[in-house]
């Protein structure tokens, strides 16, 4: 993930969300089918077990409009059950609201983009590194005015050895 200036990088979840750091070595390993496509793909965290990278709404009716201040977390999900570590955590996370795996796009120069179906309209969501974790929503500028602490980022592919 990658803000202003800085390079940050996405761990291994804690309470089923993803968090932020600074440190390459501990950063999260994904992969993807590779075919090119301009269909929404999963991203497989290659880990000890094999989870799925996903949006998971804090609401359980978000809004998908202009002007919406609602944020989504970056989970992960268990492709054996289907079910966000965050319901089985133990941890008590506020996370009741939709969640999807097939949200993720790419640009041939490794930037991730999020998105999210309402119906036939796809729609463009935005990064935020928040107060160490990492949240999605719908626009931006409006969140930022609600959470002028928060830094908007972006989500970019660096391939390793």
């Not at 590779?34 to 880990?47: P, Q, Y």
């Not at 941890?91 to 969640?99: A, K, L």
């Not at 036939?120 to 935005?126: F, G, R, S, T, W």
């Not at 928040?130 to 930022?144: H, R």
């Amino acid at each position: 993930m990658s803000g202003d200036q800085e390079s940050i990088y996405i761990s291994e979840p804690y309470a089923g969300q993803c968090k932020v750091m600074t440190e390459i070595g501990k950063a999260l390993r994904l992969r993807w089918n590779r075919s090119v496509s301009s269909e929404s793909r999963v991203l497989e965290w290659v880990g000890s077990r094999s989870k799925w990278l996903a949006i998971h709404w804090s609401v359980e009716k978000p809004s998908f409009a202009q002007g919406s201040t609602m944020w989504a977390r970056l989970t992960v999900v268990d492709p054996d059950t289907l079910t966000p570590a965050t319901l089985r955590s133990g941890v008590s996370i506020p996370t009741i609201g939709p969640f999807r795996i097939k949200v993720w796009k790419a640009s041939s120069g490794g930037q991730i983009t999020p998105v999210w179906k309402n119906g036939v309209k796809e729609i463009q969501l935005e990064v935020f590194n928040a107060a160490g974790f990492v949240y999605i929503t719908v626009d931006p500028d409006e969140y930022q005015k609600e959470n002028p602490r928060e830094s908007r980022g972006r989500l970019v592919f660096q391939p390793i050895e």
